[in-house]
């Protein structure tokens, strides 16, 4: 049973669109996060978000808990190439465990 | 200066070898973590360590063994390896005063078994 589910799994648009990725749960998390991953190497810390309802920016990425911290949303603004990636989302579950979802693979065509 | 590293980045080996891979933040963290990466980009939690003390153990086979010497090394040991266990290894850490745990990750081990 998958407890994160993203959508969609691959993604590929052309530079300068706009793009939003989800991260639903039937469980309420107590934070949510969002990572990229590129080829090659470990998932890095995109956000944290922690209340419901919140909204955190980080350039050209908005990201939004929903308010009954369930699920979380992802969108980009002007896709760059840069952008491209797999971004995973990760709830806290239990003790000190972090579950993930399936991630999005992200390609930016120039 | 590198956060958290594994060693070796990539290792090859034959079915039924026992390998280890090894891990060491300089974060100051007190948790550390293995995960494992399949070939749809699934991550998933093998193990956590907390100060040395093992709080998370996964449904994963006996085969595989974590071995925390001191807060700043995780080391993870598989004896008679299989096919099904080539995948990428990620070693992570973080702070456990902070509730969202959240992940500094290792640039992973590539394992093949063949």
């Known amino acids: 049973t998958q407890l994160l589910e993203q959508s969609p799994q691959f993604l590929s648009i052309q530079e300068g669109e706009n793009l939003t990725v989800y991260c639903n749960s039937s469980?309420?998390?107590?934070?949510l996060q969002w990572y990229r991953q590129e080829p090659g190497e470990g998932p890095v810390l995109l956000v944290t978000?922690?209340?419901?309802?919140e909204v955190k920016k980080l350039k050209r990425l908005t990201f939004q808990f929903g308010d009954a911290r369930k699920d979380s949303s992802l969108h980009i603004t002007a896709a760059q190439p840069g952008d491209t990636g797999l971004y995973l989302c990760?709830?806290?579950?239990?003790?000190?465990?972090?579950?993930f979802g399936q991630g999005t693979r992200l390609t930016i065509n120039p | 200066d590198t956060a958290v590293s594994q060693t070796p980045k990539y290792l090859v080996t034959q079915m039924g070898n026992d390998k280890s891979i090894k891990c060491e933040q300089n974060?100051?963290?007190?948790?550390m973590y293995w995960y494992k990466q399949d070939s749809k980009k699934f991550l998933k939690i093998m193990f956590s360590?907390?100060?040395?003390?093992?709080?998370i153990n996964e449904t994963v086979p006996n085969r595989f063994s974590p071995k925390s010497p001191d807060k700043a090394h995780l080391n993870l040991h598989i004896n008679s390896l299989e096919l099904g266990d080539s995948a990428v290894y990620f070693c992570?850490?973080?702070?456990?005063?902070?509730?969202?745990?959240?992940?500094?990750f290792g640039p992973g081990t590539r394992l093949t078994v063949t």
């Open positions: 978000v922690v209340t419901g309802g």
């Open positions: 974060l100051g963290h007190d948790t």
């Open positions: 469980s309420v998390f107590s934070s």
């Open positions: 360590y907390n100060n040395k003390e093992l709080i």
């Open positions: 990760a709830g806290v579950w239990g003790a000190q465990k972090l579950v």
């Open positions: 992570a850490s973080s702070r456990s005063d902070r509730a969202s745990y959240e992940q500094y």
